[in-house]
């Protein structure tokens, strides 16, 4: 039983030694300046795939000491974590001027559809006219309604449920 356990644990040791010297050898090695160079005019027009691998190489350096990394490499690595490429790229020249205008357009077509509605809307109804509201009023305080807070509340001194001007004739 015990040299079934010391195998495995052999076994596991050596595994992760050679794992992690893997990763050393990989980090030790700099990244070559043609692959870096002009990264910055390049990485947008790059297949997707190099860039990926572009990036887990960069990322592979930088998990060891700094001071081992490059000019190039260090810079390259500032680009692609905080370069203006992707969702920090730029704006494309006049896009602001268009925003501008198709929201002038939205509320200008708005503005033309609320009057056309307007327009063609039935008249407000008869209980939205002055005398109706002062008639609701009335018949509240004589049915004694909301007393605490209401109109038949002691020293009340709102409108109530006028709200509107008085009807024409």
């Not at 990036?55 to 060891?64: H, I, T, V």
Request: charged share 20%; proline share 7%.
């Amino acid at each position: 039983m015990s040299s079934i356990l010391r195998n495995s644990l052999v076994r596991a040791s050596r595994h992760s030694a050679t794992t992690a010297l893997g990763y050393r050898a990989a980090s030790t090695h700099a990244i070559s300046n043609p692959t870096l160079a002009n990264i910055e005019k390049r990485w947008e027009g790059m297949p997707l795939q190099e860039q990926a691998e572009l990036w887990m190489a960069l990322r592979d350096r930088m998990k060891g000491n700094w001071a081992d990394l490059t000019l190039q490499e260090k810079k390259a690595a500032y680009f692609v974590a905080f370069g203006p490429h992707g969702p920090r790229a730029l704006d494309p020249p006049g896009e602001n001027k268009k925003v501008a205008i198709y929201t002038a357009v939205g509320v200008g077509f708005s503005l033309l559809l609320f009057a056309i509605v307007r327009a063609f809307a039935n008249p407000p109804p008869r209980t939205m006219t002055k005398e109706w509201q002062e008639a609701t009023n009335e018949y509240l305080k004589s049915q004694k309604a909301d007393p605490l807070t209401g109109l038949t509340s002691e020293g009340y001194s709102g409108k109530g449920h006028v709200q509107s001007p008085p009807a024409k004739a």
